[in-house]
């Protein structure tokens, strides 16, 4: 008998939160939405949705939950974003609103909205080697990209676009993930079992 998976909440503050319940049910993790700090205290780990950072940033300050968001992270619980999630996870952020705030933990500067205007949402296959072949179905949405990252920040997968050596666009820094792509818009589960490897290799 396989042990029941562990538990995974997702960020509902905004943002598309239930492709992100789902994707993780199909890799076999309990799937919870957490909007207070009750419920994030119940969850083995954090998934944080895309959508629109600022207005995450906002309402997490109004609500009172940013601090918690903060001191799980800090006290090791996995974390992973997706796009707006990935931006919340960031230490630095570029382009960002002055009084956007983040959750932070990984050791990268991102750039909002990098993509610019002619390619806002584009749906490219990109080589992740940590989820195996064949390349993910990697769809962006006025996605960030990773500019610059510390020493301690593996780099998962990077889009030809920019920089020569390419664009990062998917990292992992100990317990916390980040796609600048929308993997629970895809039906591949290649990313959120991944995840859940990582939150399961943790417990
Ligand atoms: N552009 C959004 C932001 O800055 C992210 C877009 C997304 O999550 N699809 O938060």
Redesign the pocket.
């Known amino acids: 008998m396989t042990p029941p998976g562990p538990v995974v909440g997702v960020l509902s503050l905004q943002?598309d939160v239930r492709e992100h319940l789902q994707a993780l049910q199909a890799a076999d993790a309990r799937a919870v939405p957490v909007g207070s700090a009750e419920s994030l205290a119940s969850v083995d780990a954090l998934v944080i949705p895309?959508?629109?950072?600022?207005t995450m940033s906002k309402l997490a300050l109004a609500d009172g939950l940013m601090d918690p968001l903060r001191r799980a992270r800090a006290s090791g619980m996995p974390m992973y974003g997706s796009?707006?999630g990935m931006?919340m996870l960031a230490d630095r952020i570029l382009d960002a609103r002055p009084d956007q705030e983040a959750i932070g933990g990984i050791d990268m500067t991102v750039r909002?909205?990098a993509f610019g205007r002619q390619v806002d949402s584009f749906e490219t296959d990109v080589e992740v080697p940590a989820v195996g072949s064949p390349d993910f179905p990697a769809v962006f949405?006025?996605?960030?990209w990773v500019e610059e990252v510390g020493a301690e920040v593996e780099v998962l997968a990077r889009v030809a676009r920019g920089s020569s050596e390419g664009t990062i666009v998917a990292v992992r820094q100990g317990s916390l993930l980040a796609t600048a792509f929308?993997p629970e818009l895809t039906g591949d589960t290649r990313i959120h079992e991944l995840f859940v490897d990582m939150v399961r290799k943790r417990a």
């Open positions: 943002g895309g959508g629109e950072s600022t796009c707006a931006i909002r909205n949405i006025r996605a960030p929308h």
